[in-house]
């Protein structure tokens, strides 16, 4: 199961600096006042209690959301390992993004300022954002869309995508997004998997000044599902596309005849019931359909942008994720919208048009929190400090990091040139199966480069080994957490066995597929996955996915893909290639099947490096040893190969 040695431990070990958080900030802290209201003003005694008194703390936070009727048990297993939080309550997550700041001044606040990839921008306050959301929720309803239903949505991140996931919920239909950058063969399967009635897509866009044709990779993945009876088309660039007739419709067509002042009430819903898919890759080639429900995500998403970002009423608050991942869903979309804080939304990529995109949006917009990733930090470091420098960037107040560990170099960097040498960074480490951060700072805690600090309120994180044994400090170990939480994926649709594998693979607790350590403060330092996903850029990728993708050419007998550690996206794909008989490796071959990759799974994906092999190492059972194929390539020991055939 492990590709990953332990060895790397030493030398992040080493980074022990310790940054304390200014007397200010402290004595502000949202987190800081929940912990004096139960008595404590030490995060440990705190949290020690949060571990004892865990349904105490969440349903303290449901409280502050609104049910239309209360939850009667706020935890129970149903049939180990399937478990549920706050059942019996009537809840819809829209309401409490929109409807519940009604009569309130969030209402008339800005819910997101948009900047566009081109420099043009929009802005909706939360009455606005409300009234899209209606009109959409009602042209939704008008194609038949029913409470339970699947809406694939394929958007850029324009405000229309954020409304589609808020219609979609509020009228008890369950949507799963897919990331823009996804190839048609991809969004084929996922909207296959869903078995989705709808996909609602726009006419193009542009990204990093490249036009991508999202409605033509739309026909391509819809001419092969058969569910799929309506495309809802959203113009982001105003261009006439190709429109099947009765299958296709304008999304301002479908709402002309819309009043303003349409209300569709939120569907009570269950808290249980489905709110969302998101597929993200494992160790199979068919990508997972991360399940997460309506009640309990919301109380953890919305409880985790409060306390970690520390939301106050003045905050500009800025995820540069896209919505196709789970950041985007939990941190631009429900989280802060859930806290009324207003937000950036931004199209475009940090680099175009030039390597200043970033800074120049914090100043534009007064940016005070942002929460970008290692790659995007690294990506920039490479321009020089002369680009943040260009840039009044005073209005920040809290820095956020995620998606793979940050090495200290590239912290220290951020925290100096973005954070003017004295503003915490929330290093927050979380899954898309997680829902929400489980492990990160909050504003009151001493902060150590590289390390995600100490597990969230009421979260029992440890580093154990294979039998589920504490390895103790400082020592390299698996990543497990002992209880559910409230934001924790329900299940893997329609796959129940391998949501199963979460919980059995270490026996009765949550295996998080991270190698870790803890050190003698309690602090957790992330090093990376221990099964066969690769982190690029941050963006999850299966070995499998890319095996498939590769050996569905013509020329492909084998192939096996692995991670590299690379100084900027953190990691790498290299593939080993097999070609079969009457096929010669060239560099045409090599180019050919890049391009194959990125036009079946997407660019994200296409291999850094790819090696023509006459054979791969395999176990006596004919599986692909990648663990070998990695160890032998980073010039590390093999390890165990009493497996491996003759
Ligand atoms: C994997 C989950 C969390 C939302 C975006 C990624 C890695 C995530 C950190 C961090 C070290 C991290 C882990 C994890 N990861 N955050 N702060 N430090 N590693 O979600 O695509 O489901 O990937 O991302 O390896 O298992 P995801």
């Known amino acids: 199961m492990s590709n990953l040695g332990f060895e ?41 209690w949060s571990l004892e008194n865990r349904f ?49 001044p969030t209402w008339k606040k800005v819910a997101f300022y948009w900047e566009g990839d081109d420099g043009s921008s ?52 369950v949507h799963s997004v897919v990331f823009g950058g996804f190839a048609a063969s991809a969004l ?40 799929i009876e309506k495309v809802i088309v959203v113009h982001r660039l105003g261009s006439d596309v190709p429109m099947q007739a009765g299958r296709d419709v304008y999304l301002h067509d479908l709402i ?24 993200t890759s494992g160790s199979t080639g068919k990508p997972k359909g991360i399940v997460h429900v309506q009640g309990g995500y919301a109380v953890g998403t919305y409880t985790t942008t409060k306390f970690v970002f520390d939301i106050k009423d003045g905050d500009i608050y800025w995820c540069t994720a896209d919505i196709g991942w789970v950041t985007g869903h939990s941190y631009i979309v429900y989280g802060p919208l859930m806290n009324g804080v207003t937000s950036v939304l931004f199209e475009g990529t940090p680099t175009y048009p030039a390597p200043d995109r970033f800074w120049n949006i914090v100043e534009k917009y007064k940016v005070s929190i942002i929460y970008t990733s290692p790659t995007a930090i690294r990506g920039l470091m490479r321009f020089g400090e002369e680009w943040p420098a260009k840039h009044d960037l005073s209005s920040l107040r809290i820095l956020g990091s995620v998606g793979e560990p940050i090495n200290p170099e590239a912290w220290i960097w951020y925290r100096k040139n973005i954070g003017h040498s004295a503003l915490p960074i929330m290093d ?29 309120p009421t979260i029992e994180a440890d580093i154990v080994d294979r039998d589920g044994n504490a390895v103790g400090q400082n020592k390299g170990g698996f990543l497990i957490i002992r209880h559910p939480w409230p934001a924790q994926m329900r299940t893997i649709y329609k796959d129940e066995d391998r949501y199963r594998t979460y919980w059995e693979t270490i026996p009765d607790v949550y295996f ?84 194959h990759v990125r036009t079946t799974v997407g660019a994200l994906a296409v291999p850094e490096e790819l090696e023509f092999t006459p054979s791969l190492p395999k176990t006596r059972s004919g599986k692909i040893m990648r663990r070998v194929i990695r160890a032998k390539e980073l010039g590390e020991p093999v390890g165990d190969i009493s497996t491996l055939d003759g």
Not at 10 to 33: G, M, Q
Not at 136 to 147: D, I, P, R, S, T
């Open 122 to 173: 929009r802005t909706l306050t939360y009455e606005e954002l409300y009234v899209m959301t209606n009109r959409m929720a009602k042209g939704l309803q008008n194609l038949g869309v029913k409470k339970g239903d699947r809406v694939a949505i394929y958007l850029p991140a324009i405000p229309e995508q954020v409304a589609a996931l808020l219609a979609v919920a509020r009228i008890g239909a």
């Open 188 to 227: 084929r399967d996922r909207i296959i998997d869903a078995e989705a009635k709808v996909v609602i897509t726009a006419d193009g866009n542009y990204r990093g000044g490249k036009h991508i044709q999202l409605k033509k990779i739309t026909d391509e993945a819809v001419a092969e599902t058969p569910t």
């Open 428 to 456: 927050t480490w979380w899954q898309t199966e997680t829902g929400m951060i489980l492990i990160s700072p909050t504003v009151i805690l001493p902060l150590k480069p590289g390390s995600a600090t100490r597990p969230m």
């Open 56 to 104: 105490e703390f969440w349903e303290d936070m449901a409280k502050e959301l609104h049910w239309f009727e209360p939850w009667q048990t706020t935890f129970q297993w149903t049939t180990k390992p399937f478990f549920q939080w706050f059942a019996g309550g009537k809840f819809n997550i829209t309401y409490n993004c929109l409807d519940r700041h009604k009569d309130t």
């Open 512 to 595: 998080a597929g991270d190698a870790a350590t803890k050190d003698t403060d309690g602090y957790f330092r992330v090093q990376g996955r221990v099964d066969d996903v690769i982190k690029v850029s941050g963006h999850r990728l299966g070995s499998m996915e890319i095996e498939s993708s590769l050996v569905s050419h013509p020329a492909v007998a084998e192939a096996a893909a692995i991670g590299k550690p690379d100084p900027l996206k953190g990691e790498h794909v290299k593939v080993f290639v097999i070609v079969k008989h009457g096929y010669e490796p060239s560099a045409e071959l090599e180019k050919e099947l890049k391009l």
């Open 8 to 48: 790397d431990t030493d030398t992040i070990l080493t980074e022990d600096r310790l940054f304390a958080p200014s007397h200010d900030v402290v004595e502000n802290a949202n987190i800081l006042a929940y912990m004096k209201s139960k008595g404590f003003t030490d995060y440990d005694a705190f949290h020690q």
């Open 256 to 279: 002309a005849d819309i009043p303003e002042d349409t209300v569709v009430p939120c569907e009570p819903m269950d808290s249980e019931d489905l709110l969302y898919i998101l597929y």
